[in-house]
């Protein structure tokens, strides 16, 4: 039986709850979905010594949640870097003229200087677009695209990753693929592996671009182990194929008794290099695997973040990674985190300080610092507040430093003990601010 | 630590975990620590995904917690 | 915490960014939640808030032998006078029977007797639902405030209300009592006393139908107001692949067809919110349609 409304339902309704709790009339409600959007920013200063690189960065990540756990994140980072970083030759005792990767211009290094080419000045944007969806109570999957471009570089890459739930959501296995297009388009060209270096305006010891393709997978098991404490464990694996050498670095052509480079004279009329180099050539395969684990521990307020990986390939580097944070909260609404770090490798298989003149040219050498043996360290800290809008803002400082070490095998003649491995200290600063809208 | 080194702690690190999975963890209802922000394995993905990147860059090694990194043209 | 003790106790924890004490009223968990208070407050406020909760759940629960709702119950087709919380509260029961066209009706507990929402697939008969329905009907019993007269056989049972009048009647008690910001969260049905001042909101989260381990679908800012969420999440029959929610039509005997699996309504107090999404349950498939026209806030999942 219906009746004409001559009042809406809820103004009868209030009025009814009116007499019924007769406290009089009630604050109108405010009530409303939480904000849509969760934005992570990041300003970054890193800095290293001895006029090496310097880099600016903003980073940013959007995401939004949706009603029943879905998720999209949207990331961009832009990146200025300058300054400069070992071209791979060694030092000398004399001045060192080198031909630019551009092939149009010569730079000079001076005498027992580490050799360094500035040429790098170059800005990186990156994007990236994630989707996260659950499949019923138990499955979660997420799939994405990736990429980034820079002068003479272009990445693009999907990812995807699954993962599900067991033993009441105290455990999760996952697996994760991601594919990957490179290419590079250096300035000059790629070199032809070992050409010398030749004088300004000759590019006959460049080709065009090349590519490489990449393969990354990673399992992995996520344990709950107390109400205190969280362990993961992953295992990676990933193969790089195509065109893995750095376009422009370079080693120097020795002399097999003195262990100094041999000179050169440019043709009349030009410029160009002052002894001889020769490009590096790495191989066209590297596959990795490696062993992370991961756990998080609570202890009377504080979080311990504490992390461990081995790193193998079959460019025989191994290394291991150890990564200490503990969070400590004071007050009700800031923390402090201190942070090391602990990093080792050892070096390639053909890492090599020179190639030395009238021997027979190894399969492939490179004098690149960072295929080298080396020992690094971060130490730093951060301290992270909520601000009076509900907003987190952070602030963290550490500083890096590499020390590594030449295998004596590698040197010979004049280079012991001039020859040393371009230790790296740098800075890093970076401000945060999270807040959502 | 060579391939069937490797490959023997993975099944062993594995198998242990597995073995153990079944009874360990907590109810849902003892999960309030667990739920912190503090708590989840990337407390700061956009800080993991920079330190990532610096150390990709300057390192041979790269990823572990997720993917391989990289995408960069330096190194 | 003590196994087997008293269920009768109160508990005060800090919480993330508040003072949180809790009981357990109206089987259902229930929370206190001080925005700026320290502990003694939050103790005081908690207590005040079970010393209501249990008072009503005490004076109107139909598991409770000699009670006000009892001696109702009990009356066997006799007159009975009632005191001035029971009356205001038959009023109210009045108004959303007439409100809703019959479809809210205290009188229709009864049902319970053929209904057994226990995830089984134990559907009644029509024949045992017609028997039943005999002793349903508000149309049945005479109210002239403060007597009532019902026909013998027939129970009332203010479960449809309890949980959301006590919410208000609570926020009420610790709105006099304190000028701090208090959240009062019976299992769901919750209002805020007064506006934060620390934060723009308080956060709280629906929780997901279908399970998920508790997991929040979608979270919710409330600064002042109140929600109340009718669902069949936990109770219902299952049977031939189709699920018979527990909102039962009082005039059919029958749960309601095409009902939403969850309403959270936002209104100015829990008892609103309360009557209006068991009101947009009732009209089945067009409960989205009552709410909007109403222009109600409302997160409906189906």
Not at chain 1, 214 to 227: A, C, F, K, N, Y
Request: hydrophobic residues 35%; charged residues 25%.
């Amino acid at each position: 039986m219906q009746r004409p409304n001559k009042k809406s339902v809820s103004a009868t309704l209030a009025a009814a709850t009116c007499s019924l709790l007769g406290s009089g009339a009630p604050v109108p409600v405010q009530a409303e979905e939480d904000a849509n959007w969760d934005f992570n920013t990041a300003l970054l200063y890193y800095s290293e010594d001895n006029r090496r690189v310097d880099d600016y960065s903003f980073n940013i990540l959007a995401k939004r949640n949706f009603v029943d756990d879905r998720v999209l994140s949207m990331g961009l980072a832009v990146d200025t870097l300058t300054g400069a970083t070992p071209n791979g030759a060694i030092r000398q005792d004399v001045p060192q003229t080198f031909t630019r990767p551009s092939g149009s211009s010569v730079y000079t290094i001076q005498a027992g200087e580490l050799p360094l080419d500035d040429t790098f000045h170059d800005t990186r944007v990156a994007l990236s677009i994630n989707w996260e969806q659950p499949l019923g109570r138990l499955w979660n999957t997420s799939a994405g695209f990736s990429g980034s471009k820079e002068f003479d570089y272009l990445h693009l890459g999907i990812n995807a990753s699954i993962s599900r739930d067991f033993n009441r959501r105290n455990t999760t296995v996952s697996a994760g693929l991601a594919l990957a297009r490179d290419s590079w388009e250096p300035e000059g060209g790629t070199p032809i592996p070992f050409a010398p270096m030749l004088d300004v305006g000759d590019v006959s010891n460049k080709v065009g671009d090349d590519e490489k393709d990449v393969v990354d997978i990673v399992l992995g098991v996520t344990q709950v182990i107390s109400r205190r404490m969280l362990v993961q464990l992953n295992y990676s694996f990933s193969d790089s194929s195509g065109y893995l050498t750095d376009p422009y670095k370079f080693l120097s052509l020795v002399d097999g008794a003195t262990g100094d480079t041999l000179t050169r004279t440019p043709a009349p009329g030009a410029e160009g290099p002052s002894h001889e180099f020769r490009f590096e050539n790495r191989p066209r395969e590297r596959t990795k695997h490696s062993l992370y684990g991961q756990t998080k521990y609570y202890i009377d307020g504080k979080v311990l973040d504490a992390s461990y990986r081995f790193m193998t390939d079959d460019w025989e580097i191994d290394s291991h990674t150890v990564d200490l944070k503990l969070r400590w909260p004071f007050g009700a609404n800031s923390y402090l985190e201190p942070h090391l770090r602990f990093y080792t490798q050892n070096e390639a298989e053909f890492y090599a300080i020179s190639l030395v003149d009238g021997a027979a040219l190894p399969a492939y050498a490179s004098s690149d610092y960072r295929l080298g043996n080396f020992d690094a360290i971060t130490a730093g800290v951060k301290y992270g507040w909520k601000t009076k809008g509900g907003n987190e803002m952070s602030v963290r400082a550490e500083i890096y430093q590499q020390r590594g070490s030449i295998p004596s095998a590698l040197l010979i003649g004049n280079q012991i003990g001039r020859e040393t491995y371009p230790d790296l200290d740098a800075v890093i600063v970076q401000f945060s601010y999270l807040f959502s809208r | 630590m060579n391939r069937v080194g490797l490959r023997c702690a993975l099944a062993l690190a594995l198998a242990i975990l597995t073995g153990a999975c079944s009874s360990m963890g907590v109810e849902p209802w003892e999960r309030d620590i667990l739920a912190k922000d503090e708590m989840q394995l990337t407390t700061d993905p956009v800080e993991a995904g920079i330190d990532d990147h610096i150390y990709f860059s300057k390192e041979a090694s790269s990823g572990g917690r997720g993917f391989g990194g990289g995408g960069c043209g330096c190194n | 915490m003590t196994g087997g003790g008293p269920v009768r106790d109160i508990q005060v924890t800090r919480g993330e960014s508040c003072w949180v004490g809790n009981f357990s009223a109206m089987a259902s968990p229930c929370d206190i939640l001080v925005e700026t208070g320290d502990a003694d407050e939050t103790r005081r406020l908690t207590g005040l808030a079970a010393d209501e909760a249990w008072r009503i759940e005490a004076k109107f629960s139909r598991y409770v032998t000699d009670n006000a709702v009892a001696r109702i119950n009990s009356a066997s087709g006799k007159l009975v006078e009632v005191d001035e919380e029971t009356a205001s509260l038959l009023d109210f029961s009045a108004t959303l029977h007439d409100l809703s066209d019959g479809g809210f009706d205290i009188t229709s507990g009864v049902l319970r007797e053929v209904w057994a929402f226990d995830g089984s697939d134990n559907i009644p008969s029509t024949d045992a639902i017609a028997q039943v329905l005999q002793r349903v009907g508000w149309h049945r019993v005479d109210w002239q405030r403060p007597i009532l007269r019902m026909e013998s056989g027939m129970q009332i049972d203010f479960g449809g209300i309890g949980k959301e009048y006590a919410v208000d009647r609570v926020a009420h008690s610790i709105r006099e009592a304190s000028s701090c910001s208090v959240l009062v969260n019976f299992g769901g049905d919750l209002c805020v006393t007064r506006a934060p001042t620390e934060r723009p909101a308080w956060k709280v989260g629906i929780e997901s139908v279908g399970g998920g381990q508790g997991a929040a679908d979608t979270l919710i800012d409330i600064r002042t107001g109140a929600l109340a969420t009718s669902g069949d999440t936990h109770r219902y029959l299952l049977r031939d692949g189709i699920r018979y929610g527990h909102i039962l039509d009082p005039q059919s005997g029958c749960p309601v067809t095409n009902a939403p699996r969850s309403i959270t309504v936002a209104a100015d107090t829990c008892t609103q919110a309360g009557m209006l999404s068991t009101l947009a349950m009732l009209k089945g498939s067009d409960a989205e349609a009552f709410l909007d026209a109403e222009k109600v806030r409302y997160w409906c999942r189906r």
